[in-house]
């Protein structure tokens, strides 16, 4: 059984910083790729970012790049979304996802490539 828990969620103002973690088991890591999404109030859950299994290769939503950073620590099973320049729209419950294909070549940014989910962790930016 995958277990996905996210973390490092908050209040925080417009301009800040956060930095979420997601701490797995259950499966072995270092082989899959991992993403984060978000679902804002009202909104479908999209994508924001995603790094590869090996770590050398990362992709990010064009609402979020140049801000936000992926990054993973194979041998701490966890992978991190470091989020600077906050926001009020980067609000959201932010999720993080095991890719369901054992290392896959390419990062996707579809929910139906991802099989396993965390609980998510609530990001609220005021200004």
């Known amino acids: 059984q995958v277990q996905l828990v996210e973390s490092g969620g908050g209040l925080v103002q417009a301009g800040g910083s956060l930095r979420l973690s997601c701490a797995a088991s259950?499966?072995?890591?270092?082989?899959?790729?991992m993403g984060w999404f978000r679902q804002a109030p009202g909104k479908e859950r999209e994508f924001v970012a995603a790094i590869s299994w090996s770590g050398y290769n990362t992709a990010y939503a064009d609402s979020v790049k140049g801000r936000f950073t992926i990054s993973r620590d194979n041998a701490e099973n966890t992978v991190y979304l470091q989020m600077n320049s906050l926001k009020p729209e980067d609000t959201a419950v932010y999720y993080c996802?095991?890719?369901?294909?054992?290392?896959?070549?390419?990062?996707?940014?579809?929910?139906?490539?991802?099989?396993?989910w965390g609980q998510g962790t609530q990001v609220t930016v005021f200004s």
């Open positions: 259950g499966r072995t890591f270092s082989y899959y790729n």
């Open positions: 996802a095991a890719d369901r294909q054992y290392r896959r070549m390419v990062i996707t940014t579809t929910l139906e490539s991802y099989d396993y």
